[in-house]
Structures are given as C-alpha cells and as structure tokens.
C-alpha cells in the first residue's frame, strides 16, 4: 500500500484529503506545516508527498527544496490557491513533480497521484519477482520454467499492473484509463482479450494468477 505524506495547515482541507486517499487504499499520513512534515518522513518513509505552499513556519517551497536535498526521486505535488504563472515556475525551480490550484477537483488529484507513483515506480523498480517468476519492466519479458518470453506491451503493462497490487480488484475501466488513455476509442471488452492471452501466457506458471471479479473486473493472486 502507497504511503502518501499529506502536508496542509487547514484542518478541514488535510481531512478531506486523507478521507479521499483512504477510500481509494492508499495509506495517508497527515501533518500541518513544513516543520512537521519533516519530521514524520524521518520516521516514516513515504511514496509520494502533497503539499500546500502558504504554510506557517517551513513554507510548501521551502520543504519541497529539502525533501529534494534527501529524496531526489520522491515525487511531490504541490496544491495552492496560488495561480500565476511565476508562483507555478518558483515551485518547479524548488524540484517539485507536479502542481494543481485550489479549488481542488479530488478526482483529476488522485488521476494524478496515480500519475506521479507509476512514472517513480518505474524508474526506481524495473523488475517485479514474485516467486520463482520475473517481470523484467525494460524488456516486457516474462520469465519462469528457466525460459523467458517477450510479450506485447499492453499485456505486459496489464499484468505488470496487477502483480504489483496483488488481491487488488482493478476494474476494465480502471485499467483502460491508465494504460490507453481517457480519449480512447477502444472498447472495455479489450481488456478481456488481452486477459485471455495472458492466462494463456501463464496456464503453466506456478506462480500467478488472473482472478475474475464478478461485476467489477481483474485482480492478480500469488498462487
């Protein structure tokens, strides 16, 4: 589960974040300036870090230029009522990954979010093992039985997808969003084609398994 480190000093907004982030399983932790944000990621590493910019003590640009110090591949997206062009540039300058202005549409942040920990995911993790099976990200190869075999991209995303978040539930359009784009002509009964091939792909592995949610959509299982 992502850990997600929540840093805005209004109470009421930092609580509809955190409600937001938990009901679409992810684990937030809140903190309400710069000083305090600080301190719970020595504590507690995190995925991924929101923050507001107007912050008492540590302000959004000045924590966003420490973190960048400590973590440079963390991503950071940084939400403000602050609109202008040179307040959106300053906050890049600073090393942040992302920015959205208040009010905040939750929807278009969690898209985002989603956005930010697929793009640092595969940079800093280009292989998922799972048993005696690898996914190898560069090469969208599958390897197990001591043979490897390059599959289409789509497939190999697809499963990728689901073997990260084992007994996750992803529905079709969940997963046509992210991997063919919101604009997409293509049909949800895609995913099915391409679910089919991949169990085909893994009726011998010993390893993993597509499991068929009724109603909803796919979810990955360790055997």
Known sequence: MFKILV?????????IYV???EQNSYLPIAAFD???ALE?????PVDLVISDIMM???DGYSLTRQLREQYPELPILMISAKESYEDKRYGFLAGIDDYMV???DIGEMLLRIQALLRRAKSVSERKLKIGDTVMDFDSYTLS?????TEIPQKEFLILYKLMSSPGRTFTRRQIMDELWGYDTESEERTVDVHINRLRERLKNCKDLEIVTVRGLGYRGMKK
Not at 7 to 15: G, I, L, P, S, T
């Open 34 to 36: 710069g000083a305090e």
């Open 19 to 21: 409600s937001a982030l």
């Open 144 to 148: 197990f039985d001591g043979k490897s």
């Open 40 to 44: 719970k990621i020595a504590e507690e």
């Open 56 to 58: 008492p003590g540590v």
């Open 102 to 104: 208040k009010p905040v």
């Open 7 to 15: 840093v805005e000093d209004d109470v009421k907004m930092n609580k």
